[in-house]
């Protein structure tokens, strides 16, 4: 396992500034996806064991990640669950080596589950990232309060397992605003004092509201919170792209990913969720050389 304190790696340490348990957002911050499961959409089975997580992980911060979130069930359209025993069986190890042999990466558990949230949060996890944004354990707020954690509230229509079944809004953005709004000022009522709001492309929305979405992002900049941007690698951009072949494969939406994620920027995102973390720092750069000079 590489040094995280080498210099190189120091250079992706920038990304964001710990303070405490604290996240500076003043630039934006990248957040590398592991997923320890065999089913993810994208990367569902490349990730065997405690020493491939810990090896893509060193992999992720050299390339320029702030944040690593982890995962133990996927989250995919049609997905099942799986129990709390099999998700902790999946994420703890990996977690139990990961935060203490990279000091200074900020580490989310990505899970709706309160059993498996806590034990990510007695290894020394500093965000809990609920795709459900409190609908299925409210407790999570209390949760994160108590261990001083960042709380990314998602907004989601439905469980994973037929969220894509016919999703439909009066209000797409109205709908989600008002819901991220309620949750966020509930969980501050709850103690939580950094707060992290997604819309959630994807869960629960048909290819025109994740364009909705992500064309009007700065709606949801308004409402106060640091807002994450996640389309890494996901179905709309296979649809947009589709061609007489079909839609657009997993392994060649990088350029659809960089795409999205760039006009995310334009509209104020603070925390990029990415697969492609080389890529998504490339991107990144360029944005900033340009903003600097506006």
Same mark, same amino acid.
């Given at each position: 396992?590489?040094?995280?304190?080498? #210099?190189?790696?120091?250079?992706?340490?920038?990304? =964001?500034?710990?303070?405490?348990?604290?996240?500076?957002?003043?630039?934006?911050?990248?957040?590398?996806?592991?997923?320890?499961?065999?089913?993810?959409?994208?990367?569902?089975?490349?990730?065997? $064991?405690?020493?491939?997580?810990?090896?893509?992980?060193?992999?992720?911060?050299? #390339?320029?990640?702030?944040?690593?979130?982890?995962? $133990?069930?996927? +989250?995919?359209?049609?997905?099942?669950?799986?129990?709390?025993?099999? #998700?902790?069986?999946?994420?703890?190890?990996?977690?139990?080596?990961?935060?203490?042999? &990279?000091?200074?990466?900020? =580490?989310?558990?990505?899970? +709706?589950?309160?059993?498996?949230?806590?034990?990510?949060?007695?290894?020394?996890?500093?965000?809990?990232?609920?795709?459900?944004?409190?609908?299925?354990?409210?407790?999570?707020?209390?949760?994160?309060? *108590?261990?001083?954690?960042?709380?990314?509230?998602?907004?989601?229509?439905?469980?994973?397992?037929?969220?894509?079944?016919?999703?439909?809004?009066? @209000?797409?953005?109205?709908?989600?605003?008002? =819901?991220?709004?309620?949750?966020?000022?509930?969980? $501050?009522?709850?103690?939580?004092? /950094?707060?992290?709001? @997604?819309?959630?492309?994807? &869960?629960?929305?048909?290819? /025109?509201?994740?364009? *909705?979405?992500?064309?009007?992002?700065?709606? =949801?900049?308004?409402?106060?919170?640091?807002?994450?941007?996640?389309?890494?690698?996901?179905?709309?951009?296979?649809?947009?792209?589709?061609?007489?072949? $079909?839609?657009?494969?997993?392994?060649?939406?990088?350029?659809?990913?960089?795409?999205? %994620?760039?006009?995310?920027?334009? /509209?104020?995102?603070?925390?990029?969720?990415? %697969? @492609?973390?080389?890529?998504?720092?490339?991107?990144?750069?360029?944005?900033?050389?340009?903003?600097?000079?506006?």
């Amino acid at each position: 396992m590489g040094n995280p304190n080498s #210099e190189a790696d120091q250079n992706s340490y920038k990304r =964001f500034v710990l303070t405490g348990k604290a996240l500076s957002v003043s630039t934006p911050v990248i957040m590398g996806v592991l997923n320890v499961t065999p089913d993810s959409f994208s990367d569902g089975g490349e990730i065997g $064991g405690v020493d491939e997580g810990l090896r893509r992980i060193e992999q992720m911060v050299r #390339e320029g990640a702030g944040i690593i979130d982890i995962g $133990g069930e996927s +989250t995919r359209p049609g997905s099942d669950p799986v129990s709390v025993q099999e #998700e902790i069986s999946r994420v703890i190890p990996v977690l139990e080596k990961a935060v203490s042999e &990279f000091p200074g990466i900020m =580490f989310s558990i990505d899970t +709706t589950k309160y059993p498996v949230a806590s034990r990510a949060l007695e290894c020394g996890v500093q965000m809990v990232n609920d795709v459900s944004g409190l609908q299925r354990e409210p407790r999570l707020a209390g949760l994160c309060a *108590e261990y001083n954690a960042v709380l990314v509230l998602m907004h989601s229509k439905g469980l994973p397992k037929t969220m894509q079944e016919r999703p439909e809004y009066d @209000d797409v953005i109205g709908e989600i605003s008002d =819901f991220l709004m309620k949750q966020a000022k509930s969980a $501050g009522e709850s103690g939580v004092r /950094q707060i992290v709001i @997604d819309p959630g492309i994807g &869960f629960g929305k048909t290819v /025109q509201h994740n364009l *909705e979405i992500i064309a009007r992002l700065s709606t =949801f900049k308004r409402l106060g919170y640091p807002v994450l941007a996640g389309a890494s690698r996901k179905s709309m951009i296979g649809r947009i792209l589709a061609d007489e072949n $079909g839609d657009r494969p997993v392994n060649k939406r990088l350029a659809g990913t960089l795409s999205l %994620h760039y006009h995310a920027l334009m /509209q104020g995102a603070d925390i990029l969720r990415v %697969h @492609d973390v080389r890529e998504a720092r490339d991107s990144l750069k360029v944005f900033k050389a340009i903003s600097s000079v506006l």
